[in-house]
């Protein structure tokens, strides 16, 4: 690892979440790495030294589970599955600088050499833990992560939506509820120590409202960091996990302290919504018990949502960014992503709505106008565009809307807004369009050659400026502009600087160049045609074909006192027998409603205790936009217990 400053003035250390390899990457996994390698090429384009760190999170019960459905070892099974995230980031263009996994020998090491230093100075103890546990988030949950909806059913956890499980073990604390006090002050001496600011107030309520010591081993599984000094416990993950931006850079390791001083603090963590309070209390709280100071900001994003529903792998609606890349190239999706992907919110994905912005945005507003540009000067003999000798009002007024609007975009860049960023840039795009329109450069050059050669000249600095713009969000693309342009791009040299300085006063060296980007075809819906949106988790036929689906009459409808919602149903499926099943539905129908009707049954499920009958299947219903669930009629013509196929 060449991982020590060089002689550049500024450095900057940037981190992602690392990824559960519990299943592949999708787009919500790319979105945080995006996020992370455009802020790290932007401090590039600045003159900084940079380090990007991403990884994998490969240990914990999650992990374990899911390479025991594979039926495979877990760090067999998680060997497996890195190169599943290192080719998407490498097809992606991710110029991280190291990747960690945490089955890493030198992480292991670290994290235990960590842990002895806490026990050493009392911040870890031994006791009994009892209380819920969200596998999803592998988190320990508090009551207010709760929600009981069902008596005799475990809780909801609020963190995922998922049940939680009942844990009750020995297991080792560490002294969370030490740090509140020194947590509240941090948190109010650090104002913007998290972006967007409202996330911090989420926190500060989380911390004031008391802080419980955080269990940090777990003795019922074996995937994990064997606890120092007691071979029965394994690390807790995520105090296994958070070490990683510190480890990866040589924490713990004597051999590296210089490399390690240059980088930390982070100057950015990025991290989703869903991992707040690891990243802004117990990690915190780790850092200050190490002794090691803060990192400099957190960055929270919100979720891509598909339909309504956050893009998951336990939801299986996920977007596959390799397939996606495919069809619609890289750096076109990395600039979606940015410019469309608000971080202070959840947003919608939708390739419709991706393919109206490469319509619009890069194929008419950039690439039309880079390709006006250059086949009209190359047509005209003007490959070299001399510096102008003198400047008209309109090329001063582009000038100078060049630095207005480079101000603007840094101010956004800095607090890592970069949407907004990006409509700073894109509306330069327009005034350049503007520009090369009223100049109309096409009459000139049979009137003016030399007023000809101006605009051209006017237009190319325009164009070099947004492509330095644009760069840290579409490098390759920039880059093949920038050879068109003859422009020489150096990384490492401090690009915003000279744009400052800059006065439109270079020549340029133009050679032809393809479209830089495919524009779509609007699309008619088409129903005939397999979904737009390539899907990783289809369900091969011989799964599908496992679930009896069959039509059924309901004959009788029995109120179920105990509970608001079900109804205990008698249900005729033909040669499937007289079944009862437990319906959710006392809020939306009367008894009367539901007697006689016939309709579809999943009748293969495990049947399921409720409130004390047994439910032997599910009826199938699809709720309306007003929330109600309603019935899928069966045609009477079809006797119950026909099966669905
Ligand atoms: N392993 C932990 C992180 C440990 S960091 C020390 C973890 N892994 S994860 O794979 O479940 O999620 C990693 C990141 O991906 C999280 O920041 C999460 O918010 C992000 N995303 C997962 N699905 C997402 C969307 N649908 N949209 C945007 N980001 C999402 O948590």
Redesign the pocket.
């Known amino acids: 690892m060449a991982n020590n400053k060089t002689t550049a003035l500024c450095s900057f250390y940037v981190t992602?979440?690392?990824?559960?390899v519990n299943a592949k990457p999708?787009?919500?996994?790319l979105?945080?790495t995006l996020l992370a390698d455009v802020a790290a090429r932007w401090n590039r384009l600045k003159g900084c030294d940079t380090f990007m760190l991403t990884g994998t999170?490969e240990h914990g019960q999650k992990v374990a589970e899911a390479a025991e459905k594979m039926g495979m070892q877990p760090q067999a099974f998680v060997d497996s599955l890195v190169p599943a995230f290192k080719e998407p980031w490498k097809q992606y263009n991710i110029a991280y600088n190291h990747f960690i996994r945490t089955t890493d020998q030198y992480h292991v090491k670290a994290v235990q050499d960590w842990i002895v230093q806490l026990q050493k100075q009392g911040d870890i103890y031994k006791a009994t833990y009892e209380g819920w546990y969200d596998l999803s988030?592998?988190a320990f949950l508090t009551e207010k992560d709760l929600e009981f909806r069902e008596p005799g059913e475990p809780p909801v956890s609020l963190m995922s939506g998922n049940k939680a499980r009942w844990v009750s073990e020995e297991c080792y604390f560490f002294k969370l509820s030490a740090y509140q006090d020194r947590l509240l002050k941090f948190y109010k001496e650090n104002p913007d120590f998290i972006t967007p600011p409202e996330r911090l107030n989420e926190v500060i309520s989380f911390v004031e409202n008391g802080l419980k010591d955080l269990s940090i081993s777990r003795k019922t599984i074996t995937w994990g960091i064997p606890f120092p000094g007691d071979p029965s416990h394994v690390t807790y993950?995520?105090a296994d996990?958070?070490n990683?931006?510190l480890t990866a850079i040589g924490f713990g390791d004597k051999n590296r302290t210089e490399e390690f001083n240059t980088w930390w603090p982070a100057d950015l963590q990025?991290?989703?919504?869903?991992?707040v309070r690891?990243?802004a209390v117990y990690w915190p709280a780790f850092l200050m018990a190490t002794g090691l100071p803060l990192p400099r900001k957190l960055l929270v994003?919100?979720?891509?949502?598909i339909n309504g529903e956050?893009?998951?792998k336990s939801l299986g609606n996920v977007v596959d960014p390799v397939e996606l890349g495919k069809q619609y190239g890289i750096d076109p999706i990395r600039y979606y992503l940015m410019r469309y992907v608000a971080i202070s919110q959840d947003s919608s994905f939708n390739t419709e709505d991706l393919e109206n912005r490469i319509n619009t945005d890069l194929a008419n507003d950039f690439g039309n106008l880079v390709n006006r540009m250059l086949t009209l000067a190359l047509k005209n003999n003007l490959a070299h565009v001399p510096a102008p000798w003198h400047r008209h009002d309109a090329d001063v007024q582009l000038q100078n809307a060049m630095h207005k609007m480079l101000e603007d975009f840094e101010r956004e860049m800095s607090r890592y807004y970069y949407h907004q960023a990006y409509a700073v840039l894109w509306r330069f795009v327009a005034s350049v369009n503007r520009y090369f329109h009223d100049q109309e450069p096409w009459k000139l050059v049979k009137t003016d050659t030399e007023r000809f050669a101006e605009v051209i000249s006017t237009t190319c600095h325009a164009i070099k400026a947004i492509g330095l713009l644009l760069w840290p969000v579409m490098p390759a693309t920039i880059e093949k502009l920038f050879k068109a342009l003859g422009v020489e791009f150096t990384e490492g040299t401090n690009y915003i600087t000279l744009l400052h300085e800059g006065k439109f006063n270079t020549d340029f060296t133009l050679s032809p160049l393809e479209p830089l980007f495919t524009k779509y075809e609007e699309k008619k819906p088409d129903m005939t045609t397999t979904p737009e949106i390539p899907v990783q988790n289809y369900l091969a036929i011989e799964d599908f074909i496992k679930t009896e689906l069959a039509v059924g009459t309901i004959t009788a409808v029995e109120d179920v006192a105990k509970s608001d919602k079900i109804y205990k149903l008698t249900v005729d499926c033909g040669t499937y027998g007289l079944r009862t099943i437990c319906a959710g539905v006392k809020k939306f129908y009367t008894p009367e409603e539901l007697m006689g009707i016939k309709t579809v049954f999943v009748l293969n499920l495990k049947p399921r205790e409720l409130f004390g009958i047994t439910s032997q299947g599910m009826m199938l219903m699809a709720t309306n936009s007003d929330g109600k669930p309603t019935i899928v009629r069966a045609d009477e013509s079809v006797p119950a217990g026909t099966k669905l196929k």
Not at 16 to 20: A, Q
Not at 301 to 305: D, K, L, S, T, V
């Open positions: 992602t979440p690392i990824y559960y999708h787009l919500g996994s979105y945080p999170d988030q592998e993950v995520w996990a958070l990683n931006y990025v991290l989703g919504k869903d991992i690891f990243h994003h919100g979720w891509i949502r956050k893009m998951s």
